[in-house]
């Protein structure tokens, strides 16, 4: 198995953020949000979500759209990102229902037990230490919180990195296509993942792999 290689934690230049969002990351948010409506289909009216390291904001604007009773906070590190994410937000009919804020995770200010469903997609492979992730999953939801978590699944080499590069951006400007292929080696695989949860005392959460390219680990947090 092909060592990670990690990727720098925050992707905030101008160049790079206008790239992601205006990316089309259609596919991979579908994939995300789809699962969520199947596994969590009891959802009440009502409630708070949380999504870390929501970059752009597509997912957080979609998951409002889904929920119409839920208030959605949205959490980056990436000040250019939430420019981008307000920016989309302004031009949808959620805007009062979702909140984009400033944050670093693991950021202790932020109130403990207070989201319904924490979601993330995307972040876990920026982080240097990924308990990061799972601690702040753990400190951010409510008992018996609805959580998904999804990313890349790091290949066994860098050819089949390359393979997934040519498969999926082959026509993607080559800041993406090397961003890509960058946050695929920087990817934990399932086995790994799996130890992180187990560490994190999250191990009720079950992860399966959902395409060729990601896993995708979900359930409640104890009651
Ligand atoms: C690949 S983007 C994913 C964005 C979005 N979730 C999506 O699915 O398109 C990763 C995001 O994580 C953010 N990030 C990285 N480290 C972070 C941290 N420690 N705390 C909060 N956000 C972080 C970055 O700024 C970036 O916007």
Not at 37 to 52: C, I, Q, S, T
Not at 62 to 85: F, H, Q, V
């Amino acid at each position: 198995m092909m060592k990670r290689r990690p990727e720098p934690e925050l992707m905030d230049s101008e160049a790079q953020t206008l790239a992601y969002a205006e990316a089309d990351f259609d596919e991979a948010n579908s994939l995300f949000v789809d699962n969520f409506r199947h596994r969590f289909n009891k959802l009440p009216g009502n409630g708070r979500m949380a999504d870390l390291g929501c970059g752009p904001g597509d997912i957080a604007i979609r998951m409002a759209t889904l929920y119409p009773g839920w208030n959605i906070s949205g959490l980056d590190a990436g000040e250019n990102m939430l420019k981008r994410a307000n920016e989309s937000l302004a031009n949808s009919a959620v805007a009062s229902r979702v909140d984009f804020r400033l944050a670093y995770l693991p950021d202790p200010s932020l109130p403990a037990g207070a989201w319904h469903a924490v979601i993330s997609n995307s972040l876990l492979h920026h982080l240097p230490d990924p308990q990061v992730l799972w601690d702040s999953v753990a400190h951010l939801g409510t008992a018996g919180a609805a959580v998904q978590v999804m990313d890349l699944m790091r290949p066994e080499s860098e050819s089949e990195a390359q393979q997934l590069i040519d498969l999926y951006a082959a026509d993607a400007p080559d800041i993406l296509r090397e961003d890509f292929y960058n946050s695929l080696l920087a990817a934990y695989t399932t086995v790994e993942v799996s130890d992180q949860l187990m560490k994190a005392g999250l191990d009720r959460l079950k992860i399966e792999t959902v395409s060729d390219r990601h896993w995708l680990v979900s359930g409640r947090l104890a009651n």
